[in-house]
């Protein structure tokens, strides 16, 4: 039980901090509330909201977070010790964030001799003053107040009575925390165990551990601190951070929970960890990493024969948790690394009663490694894949049939190029013949298909392409290289996706386009 909460560690959310001080990443105002927001539905005990001497955004974050309700979280703002030479009243970042309203601050200061003599460039006693001074001046306007000890591991390592000063002084002047950083992230896990383990003897606050990744230890070094000691974890949202991050806490958080058997968040919470780790992505801006371990895509996707086969049997032959512990699901891959296991699971998600009995289950395999051999990719192309399989058990005809395909270019000296398809296509016995421009040939393909079958389909027109994405697959050929094209469409309800592979890129878009129509077609006359 840490502080007033049931909880055994508790976790110190820094992403709107040092999150923000990594490469890359600029939230908005608006940004940081919603994120604050999203934290506390997690659950998280402390949102560190940013640094209000630092910039004017910040500053406005404290004014405008005031207003909001938080249920699970203490928002706290970030600062220095004062300045060197100066009174702390007189100390514009300690003044900010007085004035920032935060009831809760968490001060760095230097535990470094190094740090102090050659950063700061002032002595030693005098570093130990200004976080006295800092600490004692902020305890008594009322505040809880977290003492980040900067560089602590390297300090310690180097002069290890300066760096316990520096956490004794701190202790003494009211600090309610005391929490440990490997600023450079070059510490090893049992380094990080074996100090701690020290500190433990001089130093009676509660203790936290604040890691960078630099040495990839980020996490490791995280839950080695706790088994020593610690009972205070910060961290950032999918690890984001200066340089190369700070320790994920969407990974330190599952194995607290669900490795130490240590909560950290209140029950039933961590179900809601991929998708707040998916959400600050999105707001960030940046691509969610597909096989961060708990809460990216692929971190429980399965593609290798073997272990589908086994996971059909048990799932925990290969996941080392249950997925949806923390809100994120079993995927299974189709490949031509796959054995029919892979094709009976996907089956079953497609709602077809197949079995490995059935000598069309082997021949659809078969065509599968085939087809990939040549350059298709079905991992990526459900909806191709579904219509393959269909095909396979006599499930699904096209719905209609080319007969010819023309596509004019033209380009001259003064005018940009123009495209225009024509084409002739059959449906039933009907023979449809229409001609489109567009911006480019593929576009003027899916304009001038859409206009022929509109009339017998008018569906056709409620699907948009999405996403549309081309790969050279053997580029030392040049321009005659073949390409897998991968198009991503959409109708009002769902996304599918769909691939076609040829040396021509429009062959190539083309096959992925009438698969995209014809799966539509084909999920429209299906019984709901
Ligand atoms: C380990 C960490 O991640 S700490 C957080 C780092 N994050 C940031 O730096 C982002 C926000 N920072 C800022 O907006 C600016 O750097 C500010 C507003 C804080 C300071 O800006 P400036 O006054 O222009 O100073 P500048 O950034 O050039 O240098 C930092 C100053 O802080 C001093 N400083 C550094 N750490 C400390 C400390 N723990 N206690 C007191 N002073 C410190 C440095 O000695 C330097 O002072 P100097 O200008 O007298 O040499
Ligand atoms: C406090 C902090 O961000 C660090 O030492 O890395």
Not at 190 to 195: L, P
Not at 308 to 318: E, F, G, H, N
């Amino acid at each position: 039980m840490v502080g007033n909460k049931k909880l055994d560690v508790v976790i110190y959310d820094t992403t709107l901090r040092d999150g923000s001080q990594g490469e890359g990443i600029s939230f908005s105002l608006d940004d940081k509330l919603k994120i604050a927001k999203k934290l506390d539905e997690l659950g998280v005990a402390y949102i560190e909201g940013g640094w209000p001497g630092s910039n004017p955004k910040d500053l406005e974050f404290f004014r405008q977070v005031k207003n909001m309700e938080f249920k699970n979280s203490r928002i706290t703002a970030f600062s220095s010790t004062r300045k060197a030479g100066i009174p702390i009243k007189q100390d514009n970042n300690i003044k900010t964030l007085l004035e920032s309203g935060a009831q809760t601050a968490a001060i760095f200061g230097k535990s470094w001799d190094f740090h102090v003599l050659r950063a700061l460039e002032t002595t030693l006693e005098e570093n130990l003053r200004m976080v006295r001074d800092t600490v004692s001046y902020l305890k008594d306007k009322g505040l809880e107040v977290i003492f980040d000890a900067e560089h602590f591991f390297d300090g310690y390592i180097n002069n290890p009575d300066y760096a316990l000063q520096v956490l004794k002084t701190a202790e003494e002047a009211g600090a309610d925390w005391v929490v440990l950083c490997d600023t450079n992230g070059g510490t090893m896990p049992w380094e990080v165990e074996k100090i701690i383990l020290e500190v433990k003897k001089h130093i009676k606050a509660p203790l936290g551990i604040h890691a960078h990744n630099d040495s990839a230890c980020a996490v490791t070094n995280s839950l080695m601190a706790v088994r020593a000691g610690c009972t205070q974890v910060q961290g950032t949202m999918n690890g984001f951070g200066e340089r190369c991050g700070n320790a994920d806490l969407c990974a330190v958080i599952p194995n607290l929970e669900l490795k130490m058997g240590l909560r950290c968040l209140p029950e039933g919470k961590l179900k809601n960890l991929t998708e707040a780790a998916h959400y600050i992505s999105e707001i960030a801006n940046m691509p969610h990493y597909n096989n961060q371990p708990f809460v990216g895509y692929g971190a429980f996707a399965h593609k290798g024969g073997v272990h589908v086969s086994a996971l059909l049997k048990d799932a925990l032959t290969y996941e080392h948790i249950n997925p949806e512990d923390v809100g994120n699901h079993r995927r299974v891959l189709v490949s031509e690394l796959s054995g029919l296991s892979n094709l009976l699971y996907k089956a079953r998600e497609f709602n077809m009663d197949i079995n490995n009995y059935d000598a069309r289950t082997r021949e659809v395999i078969k065509m599968i490694k085939e087809l990939e051999n040549q350059g298709f990719q079905f991992e990526g192309a459900d909806a191709s894949l579904e219509l393959l399989l269909r095909k396979g058990f006599g499930q699904y005809e096209d719905f209609f049939k080319l007969n010819n395909l023309k596509i004019i270019l033209e380009k001259s000296e003064e005018d940009n190029i123009t495209s225009e398809a024509m084409i002739k296509v059959t449906v039933g016995d009907k023979v449809f013949h229409t001609a489109a421009e567009g911006d480019g040939p593929v576009n003027a393909l899916d304009n001038c298909l859409r206009k022929a079958l509109t009339e017998v389909y008018p569906e056709i027109s409620e699907m948009h392409l999405t996403d549309y994405k081309v790969r050279v697959l053997n580029g030392n050929e040049g321009t005659a290289a073949k390409v897998r094209v991968l198009i991503e469409s959409s109708d009002q309800t769902s996304k599918w996706s769909t691939v076609g592979v040829s040396e021509n890129i429009i062959e190539a878009s083309w096959q992925a386009l009438v698969d995209s129509i014809n799966y539509l077609l084909m999920k429209r006359r299906m019984p709901k």
